[in-house]
């Protein structure tokens, strides 16, 4: 805690001075009590009961006035001069810029001047753009920090946070930026201009904004030409990297190729704070007929196309600050009402058109997709009821051919046999094939089968078979013997091909055949042997 002290005196932590880098950083010039609204706005209602504002704003800005004192003592910051109310000026030192531009990440190119000086005239210029950033970004403060605060306090800051959000951080606001219309970005020529804000923050739907302050010193003919000003800068082309020219303002910030429907320059947004003696009511529709050739679109049916104009919205810092960005406090020029800042900035007319116009194509895609449908259901329910009249009949039971048995009839290739009964189905077909052969074995054996033979499934022979040594005819009883008639039967015969006396007599000549060579072998040798026939001769050989 020693070494902490020694290096941060006034008791500052990291992430105070770490606001206060942020803040000065984009600002450039602020006092610690801005400072504290957008860096830490939870400690507004902290010391909300003290009993003075005074002793109010010295509480809640203690903490960021010791961080600002500790970075002073580094070199990172510096007094600039105080406020017509007597407020002290604070801004950062060319060794801050560089520490800010980490703390936003940005290069350090693009962190702008150091401020110095602007205190000199009480600074109300730059006072009133913080004001605006302040009720633009709407900070809202960190729940956890009060949860050990009273009640009154917590649904005080409960009530903050469920008010209307703002747009962006503290580091989508960019100010005192240069729009050269001639030089370039960091030595802008003659004949420019330069805006109090740059606001980008696309994930709140606020791609890019130009924000002009004025406390109302300025005529409507000043403020016609810093917008001309601007014109010529969203017209100035440069070379980009890739070669090819582009806007200049492209090569620096994005947004959408079209802006809300129309190829349009990207808004201005006019802020008038009254403390001058101008007339804001006065002077906004002086400018709108200075300015009309800038922001008047072409009228379509329904909506107006605003192609290459700008368009400009006008509001007061009062009623910014009391209803934010999402209040209807907004009037963009050539429309008759007041619209959240969105919706200004939009053609809600045009989206609206254009969304009606989706809708209407989808339609009637789907429409012509559900009439393609039905006619190609019609063009396939009239090649089915063709192809069916087309379908044969078989000419035996007056059924028609199924889809595999019509294929199968049809010739097809060279080389593939004509189907024999193309004009029967298959089960008449079976029985034509089945009465063929029927026909054919009548005509070979033309005996009847045998009634055990008629009623058996399982034929071994299908006519009645001859025996292959005698060729006689089997009688009915040696077919049945020969025959399998089932499973689980008596085994089948040894010589099924053999009729029953051929069979006898084999059995016969083996046992004989048998015994002779079970005969001495000192019997006679020299006695001839009997000269038998057929296949036994043959076996005793």
Not at 194 to 214: G, N, W
Request: with cysteine; glycine share 8%.
């Amino acid at each position: 805690m020693a070494g902490k002290r020694k290096n941060n005196p006034a008791g500052s932590t990291n992430s105070y001075r770490g606001d206060v880098l942020r803040v000065l950083g984009a600002l450039k010039v602020a006092t610690a009590d801005q400072i504290q609204r957008i860096g830490a706005p939870h400690l507004t209602f902290r010391h909300a009961d003290k009993e003075t504002p005074s002793k109010q704003k010295q509480a809640r800005t203690a903490s960021h006035t010791g961080a600002l004192s500790d970075m002073r003592k580094h070199g990172l910051a510096e007094n600039g001069g105080s406020t017509e109310t007597g407020d002290r000026l604070r801004n950062l030192t060319p060794k801050g810029l560089e520490a800010a531009s980490y703390e936003l990440r940005r290069p350090v190119t693009e962190m702008g001047s150091t401020a110095r000086g602007a205190g000199s005239s009480g600074a109300s210029h730059p006072m009133a753009v913080n004001e605006t950033v302040i009720a633009m970004l709407r900070p809202k403060p960190n729940m956890a920090r009060l949860a050990d605060d009273l009640p009154h306090v917590q649904a005080a800051a409960q009530a903050a946070v469920d008010a209307p959000a703002g747009i962006g951080t503290i580091a989508s606001y960019w100010t005192e930026v240069s729009l050269p219309a001639t030089g370039t970005w960091n030595a802008p020529g003659k004949g420019g201009a330069q805006a109090d804000l740059v606001l980008t923050a696309p994930q709140d739907q606020v791609p890019l904004l130009f924000i002009e302050v004025d406390n109302c010193h300025e005529t409507a003919e000043e403020l016609a030409d810093k917008l001309e000003k601007y014109v010529r800068f969203f017209l100035r082309k440069v070379k980009d990297t890739d070669g090819k020219e582009r806007p200049m303002w492209r090569t620096r910030w994005r947004a959408p190729d079209t802006w809300s429907g129309d190829a349009t320059f990207p808004p201005v947004l006019l802020v008038f704070n009254r403390i001058g003696e101008r007339n804001p009511n006065r002077t906004v529709p002086r400018l709108q007929e200075l300015t009309r050739h800038l922001w008047q679109g072409q009228r379509h049916k329904g909506f107006r196309d605003y192609d290459g104009k700008i368009p400009i919205i006008a509001t007061g810092l009062k009623n910014l600050r009391e209803h934010g960005p999402e209040g209807p406090v907004f009037l963009r020029f050539g429309r008759d009402q007041m619209q959240p800042l969105r919706e200004a900035i939009g053609n809600p007319r045009r989206e609206a058109a254009e969304a009606r116009a989706r809708e209407e194509a989808k339609a009637r895609q789907e429409q012509y997709q559900a009439q393609v449908r039905r006619a190609a259901q019609e063009q396939a329910a009239k090649k089915a009821a063709e192809r069916e009249a087309r379908r044969p009949v078989c000419t035996g039971c007056g059924a028609k051919f199924t889809d595999e048995r019509w294929e199968a009839a049809q010739s097809t290739d060279w080389g593939t046999p004509k189907d024999s009964h193309p004009h029967l189905c298959d089960s008449c077909k079976r029985a034509a094939v089945a009465d063929a052969h029927e026909a054919e074995d009548r005509q070979e054996h033309p005996e009847p089968l045998p009634d055990w033979a008629e009623r058996d499934r399982f034929l071994r022979y299908a006519r009645r078979p001859r025996c292959t040594e005698c060729k006689a005819a089997f009688t009915d009883e040696r077919w049945q013997a020969v025959e399998r008639t089932g499973w689980g039967t008596v085994p089948m015969e040894a010589r099924p091909t053999l009729c029953g006396d051929c069979d006898q007599q084999y059995v016969t000549d083996v046992q004989a055949w048998s015994g002779t060579m079970r005969q001495e072998p000192e019997q006679d040798q020299s006695v001839p042997q009997q000269k038998t026939t057929g296949w036994l001769s043959r076996l005793r050989r």
